[in-house]
C-alpha cells in the first residue's frame, strides 16, 4: 500500500510479489555470518524502566469517572501529570468544563438588573454558561473514563480478564503509566491463515482489537470484525482501488465507537509485526490529548498527480501509523469536513499518502520513528531482508525501502533499534516464528536487551 515512486525508483514490491518472496525466504539457508560483517551497534537512547510494583488488578466491578479536583486553583485549566490518588496510575488528566457558582451569580445579577430593569432579553442572560473563563475545571482520571458500553473504558470484562492473564503468563509487569492501545487490522476474507496468526500473536497484547475486512470468512472462527464494502462495476470489493475510502471508514467508525475508551489507536496491516509493549514504553510519556501521530515517514515521489509541496512525507501504511486521542479526532473532523483541497474525498489506492496529507492539513504532528542514533523503530520492510548486510535475495523490498524512507536506513545491525516497534512484509509462518523469539526464548545470562 505505498506510494508508486518515479522512475528513478525502484516501485515497492505489492502485495502478492510480497508473498512470494516471504515463501521463498523460509525455505532458504541462512547466511554464514561472521564478525566482521556487522557494523558497530550503537547505544540503546533509553533503557526500558521496569517496576517491581504490581499494577491494581485490571478487574473488578466497573467504575466511574472519578473526580480529581473541579478547583482551578489546584491543578488549573489545563491536563496535568499526577498520580491518580484513587488507581495509584500515572496519568495525564482528562479535563471538562462545567457551570460552578460563577455563572450562575452572573446569570442572577443579569436577570434582576438586565432583564426586569432594562428590558434585556433573558437569553443574553446564560451567556456566562458559553464563555470557558466563567466556567470550573474538571480533572478526570481517563483510566476510569467510561464510553457507551458503562463498563469503566473496557469493551468487556472478559477483555480485562484476558488482558491481565496474558501478561502474567508472558511475565510482563506492566508499567502503570503505558497508555491503551486500539489495534484496528487490515485485512481480507482469503487471509485465513494470516488473520488467525495475527490473532494468536501480537494482536493479543493491545488493549483492544478489530479486524476490517470486506466480508467474513465463517472458517476463521473469529467474530472481532468491521465490513466494508465498495463496489462498482470496474472495481470489485477486494481491489485496492478501494483502500483510501476502507480507510475513512474504519477511522471513522473507530472515533466514534472506540474514541473516548482509549489513549492511542493503531492501524496496521495483517502481514504487520508488533511489539505492542515497545510501543507503550515509547509513548508513555506522550499526551494522548495532543495532536500526535506516529509513523515511519516515506518521500513522496510522484510530483505529477499531485500538486502537493517538494517537502511532503507520508506515513507508511505497512509499518503501521498510531495517532493520538486527539489526532485522531482532528483526523476526522478533516475528512468529513473537506471539499477535497485538505484531504480527498475521492476513491484511492494509495491511501497512506491521503493519510499523510489529510494529517498535515488537520495540524496533526508525527513524532520521530528513529531512537537518537538514528535507528529505525518502525521498518516498511521484512527485519530479516535488511538486518544482515549482504542479504541478496530480497533486494527489491530493501532498495525501494531504503531509496524512500526520510531517514536513512542502513543495512545490517545499524538499521534497527533495539526497542523496535513494528516490521512489514512478515508473512504469517514468519510472524508465529517472530513471537516466539520475541517473548518464549529466555537468554541465559542476559541482564541487558541489547545485542553486543
Known amino acids: 500500500m505505498e506510494n508508486k515512486a518515479a522512475e528513478a525508483y525502484a516501485a515497492p514490491p505489492s502485495y502478492e510479489e510480497a508473498q512470494e518472496q516471504n515463501r521463498a525466504n523460509e525455505v532458504r539457508a541462512n547466511p554464514v555470518i561472521g564478525p566482521a560483517g556487522y557494523p558497530v551497534q550503537p547505544p540503546a537512547p533509553y533503557v526500558f524502566q521496569g517496576t517491581t510494583t504490581v499494577p491494581p488488578p485490571l478487574g473488578g466491578a466497573p467504575a466511574a469517572p472519578i473526580l480529581l479536583q473541579a478547583r482551578t486553583s489546584v491543578y488549573g485549566a489545563m491536563p496535568v501529570e499526577i498520580d491518580c490518588p484513587h488507581c495509584q496510575a500515572h496519568i495525564i488528566t482528562h479535563i471538562e468544563r462545567v457551570a460552578g457558582i460563577l455563572p450562575w451569580i452572573i446569570f442572577s445579577v443579569c436577570i434582576i438588573l438586565g432583564f426586569f430593569l432594562?428590558?434585556?432579553?433573558?437569553?443574553?442572560?446564560?451567556i456566562p454558561f458559553c464563555l470557558e473563563p466563567c466556567l470550573d475545571v474538571v480533572h478526570l482520571c481517563p483510566c476510569f473514563l467510561a464510553d457507551d458500553t458503562e463498563n469503566g473504558g473496557y469493551d468487556d470484562q472478559l477483555e480485562m480478564n484476558e488482558e491481565k492473564s496474558l501478561m502474567q503468563e508472558l511475565g510482563i509487569t506492566p508499567d502503570r503509566r503505558w497508555p491503551r492501545i486500539f489495534c484496528m487490522i487490515n485485512t481480507m476474507p482469503s487471509h485465513v491463515d494470516k488473520i488467525k496468526t495475527v490473532n494468536a500473536t501480537w494482536a493479543r497484547h493491545c488493549d483492544g482489537h478489530i479486524f476490517t475486512t470486506t466480508m467474513t470468512n465463517d472458517t476463521?472462527?473469529?467474530?472481532?470484525?468491521?465490513?466494508?464494502?465498495?463496489?462498482?462495476?470496474?472495481?470489485?470489493?477486494?481491489?485496492?482501488?478501494?483502500l483510501w475510502d476502507r480507510l475513512r471508514?474504519?477511522?471513522?467508525?473507530?472515533?466514534?465507537?472506540?474514541?473516548?475508551?482509549y489513549d492511542w489507536f493503531l492501524k496496521a496491516d495483517d502481514d504487520t509485526f508488533v511489539v505492542i509493549e515497545n510501543l507503550k514504553e515509547y509513548l508513555k510519556g506522550r499526551s494522548p490529548h495532543e495532536p500526535l501521530y506516529l509513523a515511519t515517514m516515506l518521500k513522496y515521489m510522484d510530483h505529477s498527480l499531485t500538486k502537493r509541496p517538494r517537502d511532503f512525507i507520508y506515513p507508511s501504511g505497512g509499518s503501521g501509523y498510531i495517532l493520538s486521542r486527539e489526532g485522531l479526532k482532528r483526523f476526522v473532523e478533516v475528512i468529513e469536513e473537506s471539499n477535497g483541497e485538505k484531504c480527498r474525498n475521492t476513491s484511492y489506492l494509495h491511501e497512506d499518502t491521503e493519510v499523510g496529507w489529510c494529517l498535515r492539513s488537520a495540524g496533526v504532528t508525527a513524532i520521530p520513528s528513529v531512537d537518537r542514533q538514528g535507528a529505525h523503530m518502525m521498518l516498511p520492510i521484512d527485519v530479516m531482508d535488511i538486518i544482515h548486510p549482504t542479504n541478496r535475495i530480497s533486494?527489491?523490498?530493501?532498495?525501494?525501502?531504503?531509496?524512500s524512507v526520510a531517514a536513512k536506513l542502513q543495512p545490517g545491525k545499524a538499521c534497527c533499534s533495539t526497542n523496535l516497534i513494528t516490521t512489514h512484509y512478515v508473512s504469517?509462518?514468519?510472524?508465529?516464528?517472530?513471537?516466539?523469539?520475541?517473548?518464549?526464548?529466555?537468554?541465559?545470562g542476559r541482564d541487558v536487551d541489547v545485542l553486543g
Open 118 to 126: 432594562f428590558g434585556i432579553p433573558w437569553c443574553f442572560c446564560c
Open 395 to 403: 533486494g527489491m523490498d530493501r532498495g525501494w525501502a531504503r531509496q
Open 249 to 261: 471508514a474504519g477511522m471513522k467508525k473507530l472515533y466514534e465507537e472506540k474514541g473516548k475508551s
Open 220 to 242: 476463521e472462527n473469529i467474530h472481532d470484525y468491521w465490513t466494508f464494502n465498495f463496489t462498482n462495476a470496474r472495481y470489485n470489493i477486494n481491489n485496492h482501488y478501494w
Open 428 to 444: 504469517d509462518i514468519m510472524m508465529a516464528t517472530y513471537y516466539y523469539l520475541v517473548y518464549g526464548v529466555r537468554v541465559a
